[in-house]
């Protein structure tokens, strides 16, 4: 209801116009719906405009004459019921009931807009994930997809307020981002390359634990033997597009614009085994990025076939592997961030990322990584951790709550930003705190000190 009465026709889905002669034989008509996978066209005969549904093509078929000798305006419906793209939804849906219609035509001013139907006013209220993942999947420009990508954010702050779980919010809009990616590299790349091809996430995103935007983390596995001449002219513009989207740019040059990150199965298989047997000091961080890798669009076997390459080179990297956990350990501070938390001194601002999150998703993968856990989820990968016995029920329990709890309250404390014309971040003053949240946090950073020497033991960090 809250929706009904807040939200404006525009804020709907409204479907965009399709237009057809009133001239035209049905079977033609069928013929260029079926072509635009829609089911609906607006008819155009003089200066009427009438509308021409699947119920009017069944009834059409009851007539004796045969469809292709039946032009389209003598089925179709005209006096049409319009709506203003401004007025709320609350009339749409009353103007639906009271002249018993399942659509109608929207304006601005003079201008069409396009039809908005029942089942897209209904699943705005009742589930506005359903809108975004309609306007992603018939995005027919790069600037319809924009509008998605701003949908999404909406989207996150309605599910917030409603109370969702975040880790159902993180979920829905990790799906949200998958498909949205896909749908990009679909009108920038062409089928052959798509075929030929395997479009990463990585990071939080690849995880499905990114949830308000932040940096962009791609790449782009290439088939052996495969070649594209404009390769770096798609990259970039994929790139800028996701810039565009409100995804900015990674600061590390994690992204498809840096050959790196674009290249074939041999190439990237000698950088993972650089990255593990090599001397460079972010081998680790690299492969960090890299392992929480998901496939959004094209051939997925040459993500797996990466995967199985890192299990065989790792056998036995029992050095590395330390030298990989080690990154959880590195943002502890012990002796001062209860002070900080109980002084609420506004100096000294806590990062929620460095103590709270990263310690636990960092050490969960790098436990992954030592026993072959293919989940890419933090929470995935903990429940089959704690099912095989590498870490116990009680202490993944906590951890589950914890960070569940964490990106919780990153997320209200970024909104807040958000609200306030900030940049969102990850530094929270203790005095924007809740007695309440200064409590839950305050446990949630002891979770992760016993996490913490959990991975001291098993990794031996001591003898580093």
């Known amino acids: 209801m809250l929706s009904l009465v807040t939200a404006k026709v525009r804020d709907a889905y409204v479907r965009k116009p399709f237009y057809v002669d009133g001239t035209l034989d049905l079977v033609s008509v069928c013929r260029l719906l079926s072509q635009q996978a829609l089911t609906v066209a607006l008819v155009k005969d003089g200066e009427r405009l009438g509308i021409f549904t699947t119920t009017d093509l069944r009834d059409a078929l009851l007539r004796d004459t045969p469809p292709a000798a039946l032009a389209v305006r003598e089925v179709a419906r005209f006096g049409l019921i319009e709506i203003d793209a401004d007025a709320e939804l609350f009339e749409a849906l009353w103007m639906m009931v009271r002249h018993r219609v399942h659509r109608l035509?929207?304006?601005?001013?003079?201008?069409?807009?396009?039809?908005l139907g029942q089942l897209d006013l209904v699943s705005f209220v009742a589930n506005h994930s359903h809108i975004v993942a309609v306007q992603i999947d018939e995005a027919a420009s790069i600037d319809d997809l924009k509008a998605a990508a701003q949908r999404i954010d909406a989207m996150v702050e309605l599910l917030h307020d409603g109370g969702i779980k975040i880790e159902r919010i993180a979920r829905l809009v990790g799906e949200m981002n998958h498909r949205l990616f896909a749908r990009l590299w679909s009108l920038l790349a062409p089928a052959e390359l798509v075929a030929h091809s395997c479009l990463l996430v990585m990071g939080s995103e690849g995880r499905g634990e990114q949830i308000l935007k932040t940096d962009q983390d791609n790449a782009l596995l290439l088939r052996d033997g495969f070649e594209f001449a404009g390769l770096a002219e798609v990259a970039a513009r994929f790139n800028a597009a996701l810039a565009e989207f409100g995804y900015p740019p990674c600061p590390g040059n994690i992204m498809l614009t840096n050959p790196l990150w674009r290249c074939g199965e041999s190439a990237f298989r000698d950088t993972l085994r650089e990255w593990v047997y090599g001397s460079g000091s972010d081998g680790p961080m690299q492969l960090a990025i890299f392992f929480d890798a998901a496939a959004v669009a094209g051939d997925a076997t040459l993500l797996d076939g990466m995967r199985a390459h890192l299990d065989r080179i790792l056998a036995g990297g029992d050095t590395f592997l330390a030298r990989f956990a080690a990154a959880a350990d590195q943002f502890d501070e012990p002796q001062s961030w209860w002070q900080r938390l109980t002084a609420r001194s506004d100096e000294q601002p806590l990062d929620l990322k460095k103590l709270g999150t990263f310690p636990i998703v960092h050490g969960v993968r790098a436990l992954s990584l030592a026993h072959g856990v293919r989940e890419s989820g933090t929470a995935d990968r903990l429940r089959v951790l704690m099912a095989s016995g590498v870490v116990d029920a009680e202490l993944g329990r906590d951890l589950l709550e914890a960070l569940h709890y964490l990106m919780g309250l990153k997320l209200r404390h970024q909104l807040r930003q958000r609200e306030r014309g900030e940049a969102?971040?990850?530094?929270?003053?203790?005095?924007?705190?809740?007695t309440m949240d200064r409590d839950q946090l305050k446990d949630a950073l002891a979770i992760n000190k016993r996490f913490r020497t959990l991975l001291r033991h098993r990794f031996r960090l001591d003898a580093l």
């Open 424 to 434: 969102p971040g990850n530094l929270v003053r203790p005095s924007d705190l809740s």
């Open 105 to 115: 035509l929207v304006r601005d001013g003079d201008q069409v807009l396009g039809v």
